[in-house]
């Protein structure tokens, strides 16, 4: 008998994969440490790979059948996965009330046939940024809450020759339009005869191109070059008062508040809406892979570390956004009116698809809004374009 207790202790070792950055690294080894003093039975091995070829590695380790038990993934690889059967199906393990905690959109990705094969592991969303100090001096008493309001609240901001009233940029591809693209009611894709068929050059769609190109061209309120910048373009206009709105997520935080110089001449708003309210996700997931031995164990350490504690810390000591709901109950979160807003647009916030082949179709509907962006096509020529090649695509498979 004494042989058998001995035997009981004897741990078990699960791999957990990720791409953390060094803050969140050393701040997620902590964690890591204080989950093995609470459960002696799991030696919790994290190994961190920062690569390029992350997800390279991590198929490799799938097929030589030596996968971790988690990994960290992103969603369109996380949908990848899940459709080819390396990912558990969690149902047996968690709760409803559990699962209710989390925002709907963050669950999209991970989701096939109604259940769930992965968890949110952080998530970020698109807001508008303005600076308050350019609102004032134009009189303006509120951030924009329409589109018709954008429009007309960015013509008084803008002024000759190179101060304008909005910054949205094409150099990150179709990301930034999401909001824009899903508020005028358009949609990727859609069922035609049982299949999946492009439909982002809908009515819908093309409006909500038109739309970014008339702040362009027609009402002048946004750089002409737009269509190739990134986001550090655009934030270093409105660091330089040369842009007075952008939309951003929960990263530009820390930056602005380094920043002595807009000290108190900023502040953040619910996106304008269309047709409807709406803005872009991002984040990542964590997966249980569906070798793992010891998914029982994997499972425990998913749920300590979504436990509302641990989500506190996390979230306050790296300035991330909680993924669940409840944490925005804590105090320090209820007094943090940046958190708050955050976490009201979340509420109306979508995941971009996760089809296996949405890599290459983003990347030519991403283009096809550069292409009208700088005017060498119409809207409704670039998107049709697209549309069609994307329609190639999805019959390929």
Known sequence: AEELEEEIVVPVTIKLLHQFNDAESAKFEEIVADFEKENPNIDLEVERNNEANYYEKLVTTIMGEAAPDIARVEPPKAAQYIAAGYATNLEPY????????????????????????????????????????????????????????LVTVAQELTKKPDIYGIGLFGGWGSFEFYPWFWQAGAEMFEEKDGKLVPAFNSEAGVEALQFW??????????????????????????FAENIAMFTSGPWTIAGLKENTDIEGKWAMALLPKGEKEASVLGGMHFVVMEQ???KEEAVKFLDYFMQDSVQVDWAKSLNLLPIKKSVYQDSFFQNDPLMQLFSKQLEVAKSR?????????????????????????????????????????????
Request: glycine share 8%; charged share 30%; net charge negative.
């Open 213 to 238: 190109v008339d702040l362009i061209y027609k009402y002048k309120v946004m750089p002409e070059g737009s269509s190739t910048y990134t986001e550090d373009d655009v934030k270093g206009g409105f």
């Open 94 to 149: 968690i709760s409803e009330d559990f699962r209710a905690d989390f925002f709907e959109g963050t669950l999209q990705p991970v989701l096939k046939d109604g259940s769930l094969y992965g968890l949110p592991q952080d998530v970020a969303v698109l807001v508008l940024f303005y600076r308050t100090d350019m609102f004032e001096e134009a009189g303006i008493a509120a951030p924009p809450a329409t589109w018709d309001e």
């Open 292 to 294: 793992s031995e010891y």
């Open 353 to 397: 698809p996760t089809i296996p082949e949405i890599g290459e179709i983003d990347d030519l509907f991403g283009k096809a809004i550069q292409s009208a962006m700088i005017g060498a096509q119409t809207p409704k020529e670039a998107l049709d374009e697209a549309a069609q090649k994307a329609e190639e695509i999805l019959e390929r498979q």
